[in-house]
């Protein structure tokens, strides 16, 4: 299982693809899409896509021509570093982060190519709007009444651990090759999760090296690639990626853009589950055994049940947050929230 291109990945489901057009095709698609899906070739006529299938310098020279005059966050690895970017034996992160403007970054990535040097470079999650002038003008895509977030990932060979995220992700492989192998959000127990608070990219990751598995540190990874699916992009192909679904991504090339779009179809208002999770860590988690099955049988009464038991009996004035919420009330709960949690 140690061969980056052998049988781990020979053995897995493909991710399924499907079939789309260019007028509402995709929105149907994408609408109410609980499982991941592959879309051949749906951007391939960007020039971004264009310009990658000539060149990694006219990639990035197309880049460049919309790039604004500010700082890029970019981690680097040390020399000899394997394209993993993860932690080191202390568990601290394994490359460093500084800021560029982006023609210095892509002069050392030239500087690199010519000299025949492997380095692991890797801009990640760049916000476009913010770092670009037209590039998504230039290179569009129709996601319907969608408002998404729009992100870029440039980079080397690497190798990001699994991970997921709480929104819907449209991810469109630019430039190079990508290798994304997914798993339903149940597996999480299986891909040995590292801490919540101590990140590569603000996510918790599998500790699980996936080109050699630990088999004897991690035997139920045998369970989770039983439920795996994988794919690999060439350039102007997407994936689809719903909420909550694991997924390890590799960077093939050794040059590779990813261009990525989030959204969630819920308001936007709505709290960050990820913000619960960690306050119940704070105020629930070391309490008595007791104590927690207590609150265990309110949080399923108020938030996971929330049946007509928990309101019926209350006239519908005076409900409050127990009512369905609205911007208002959810702004009201997020500050008497930020008031609890400065005292």
């Not at 500084?98 to 040097?117: C, H, M, N, R, V």
């Amino acid at each position: 299982m140690a061969e980056r291109d052998g049988p781990i990945y020979d053995r897995l489901a493909r991710v399924p693809e499907r079939e789309w057009d260019k007028g509402a095709g995709l929105d149907a698609l994408l609408k109410g899409a609980r499982e991941p899906f592959v879309l051949r070739g749906l951007v391939a006529d960007w020039p971004l896509v264009r310009a990658g299938r000539q060149s990694a310098r006219a990639a990035r020279r197309h880049l460049l021509d919309h790039a604004r005059d500010r700082p890029f966050t970019v981690a680097i690895g040390p020399p000899g570093h394997d394209g993993r970017l993860f932690y080191d034996a202390g568990m601290a992160m394994n490359f460093r982060t500084g800021t560029g403007k982006l023609p210095d970054i892509f002069a050392g990535l030239d500087t690199a190519e010519e000299q025949g040097e492997a380095r692991t470079v890797y801009l990640a999650s760049i916000d476009i709007p913010s770092h670009f002038d037209g590039l998504d003008e230039a290179n569009p895509i129709d996601l319907g009444a969608r408002e998404p977030f729009k992100s870029i990932w440039i980079g080397t060979r690497t190798r990001i651990a699994a991970h997921n995220d709480f929104p819907d992700n449209l991810a469109c492989c630019a430039a190079g090759r990508r290798r994304f192998t997914l798993f339903p959000p149940d597996q999480f127990r299986n891909l040995y999760l590292g801490p919540i608070d101590n990140t590569p990219a603000g996510r918790a990751v599998s500790l699980v090296d996936f080109d050699a598995p630990d088999l004897a540190a991690h035997p139920r990874f045998v369970d989770a690639m039983a439920h795996a699916q994988t794919v690999e992009l060439e350039p102007g192909d997407a994936i689809f990626i719903p909420s909550m679904w694991w997924h390890h991504v590799e960077g093939l090339e050794p040059f590779n853009i990813l261009v990525n779009y989030w959204w969630r179809d819920t308001p936007a208002w709505l709290g960050q589950p990820q913000g619960a999770l960690n306050h119940a860590i704070l105020a629930i988690r070391d309490l008595p055994e007791e104590d927690k099955a207590m609150w265990r049988a309110l949080f399923d009464h108020y938030v996971f049940a929330n049946d007509g038991t928990v309101t019926d009996h209350i006239p519908e004035t005076g409900r409050g947050v127990l009512a369905p919420l609205t911007a208002e009330t959810a702004g009201q709960l997020r500050a008497y929230l930020l008031r609890t949690l400065s005292r």
